[in-house]
């Protein structure tokens, strides 16, 4: 795999997160600190998609050009509809209310997964795993997990990937059905000692694309759990990353430290998105 240097695309953002793409190629990400949904269409034209008012913290696309948004500042998964408008799909599960819905993926039937890490960290493991289907029913996946942050899935749906911050960890847990996952175990733990793994994304072989935060770095983690290359992310704090462009071989990377978005060409082809992409 060979990649390029980094290129800026969107400066001035607000804590940059969770980028996404629209089935159109449309690129999305939230911005943390301003409650914006950002939009940099296939044309290169910035606008702001929709302002929550709070804090959002990532999103993905429905089959049906729905976005599903983890708003941690109104502790709830929203569904924000092409018009903009949006409405409160969950906020609880089992009773207890949502924390601070961090990271989410969705499954190719509509599904979503997501982290809650609200409150967790080493001194205080709290943080939980959550499935919510498309009617907003939501169940519990896993418990006591110091900061569960980014999450992906594999392309075949069978595989769940949660990010566990503070260990520098990637945890796989197999799919026994949607909303079941059993057999987790540690696919990979960062070397690097600095580094505070947040989000994540895979390529077509399987690769997962680590964002590195506080090493300025993509980290490219083998199927086996081998650290296969680094690439520059732009900055020191990158914060999420996603395949997209017309062949999906651009890395788009949202990086808080220079507040902007950069773009690198990977020499790889993402993971073909689901379920927003034919």
Known sequence: MNATKPHRLAP?????????????????????GSGQISKLST??????????????QAGNFASNGDMYVCEAGLHEII???????WEVLAAECDGVPFRSPNDLVVDPDDNIYFTDPGGSNPDNPIGTVHFVARDGEAAKLDDGLEFPN?????????????????PRCV????????????EKRMLWQDERE????????????GNLW???????????????????????AGGPKPTNCAFGGPDL???YITEVETNAIYSIETGATGQKLFPDMA
Not at 79 to 85: E, L, R, Y
Not at 150 to 166: F, H, K, P, R
Request: hydrophobic share 40%.
């Open 43 to 56: 044309e290169g034209e910035l606008s702001c998609f929709v302002d929550t008012g709070a804090v959002p």
């Open 150 to 166: 980014g999450i992906a899935m594999t392309a075949d749906a069978q595989t769940l990937s949660v990010i566990e911050t503070y």
């Open 79 to 85: 569904t924000v509809h092409p018009d903009a408008s």
């Open 249 to 251: 071989s651009t890395l």
């Open 12 to 32: 001035a953002q607000g804590f940059p997160e969770g980028p996404c793409f629209d089935s159109a190629g449309n690129l999305f990400w939230v911005n943390c």
């Open 210 to 232: 680590v964002a590195a935060f506080r090493t300025g770095t993509i980290a490219v983690v083998s199927p086996q759990g081998e650290t296969l290359e680094r690439y520059d």
């Open 171 to 182: 945890w796989n847990y197999d799919i026994v059905k949607p909303g079941v996952v059993a």
């Open 194 to 205: 600095e580094s505070l793994p947040d989000g994540m994304a895979y390529d077509a072989e």
